[in-house]
């Protein structure tokens, strides 16, 4: 009914920077917020930043001041730029939006997840 496909990962060396990028499709009504999780391998998933339909945003004390969240309403798209990543950043990157489609309220859809890798 609704799907998000993530884009943008990859290999980028410490210091570097980065965009992922995540377009929600079907059939969306609205959209209330979108944003992003991360999960390293034996680690437990982390939110990473969530920006609301009116645009305010929230972060992660880990990320906060190097990433950043951004939307396009006419593409039903977030981007997450990535700025100075550091190698605990390595992570797969995993997109939700917080949807609500016709005849139903909102709820969470979720990407299948891009990996970033990020070399010392």
């Known amino acids: 009914q609704v799907q998000l496909v993530e884009s943008g990962g990859g290999l980028v060396q410490a210091g570097g920077s980065l965009r992922v990028s995540c377009a929600a499709s079907?059939?969306?009504?609205?959209?209330?917020?979108m944003g992003w999780y991360r999960q390293a391998p034996g680690k437990s998933r982390e939110s990473v930043a969530v920006?609301?339909?009116?645009?305010?945003?929230n972060y992660a004390d880990s990320v906060k001041g190097r990433f950043t969240i951004s939307k396009d309403n006419a593409k039903n798209t977030t981007y997450l730029q990535m700025n100075s990543v550091k190698p605990e950043d390595t992570a797969v990157y995993y997109c939700?939006?917080?949807?609500?489609?016709?005849?139903?309220?909102?709820?969470?859809?979720w990407g299948k997840g891009t990996l970033v890798t990020v070399s010392s």
């Open positions: 939700y939006g917080v949807v609500r489609t016709i005849g139903d309220i909102p709820r969470a859809f």
């Open positions: 079907g059939s969306i009504f609205s959209i209330n917020a």
């Open positions: 920006i609301t339909s009116g645009g305010s945003t």
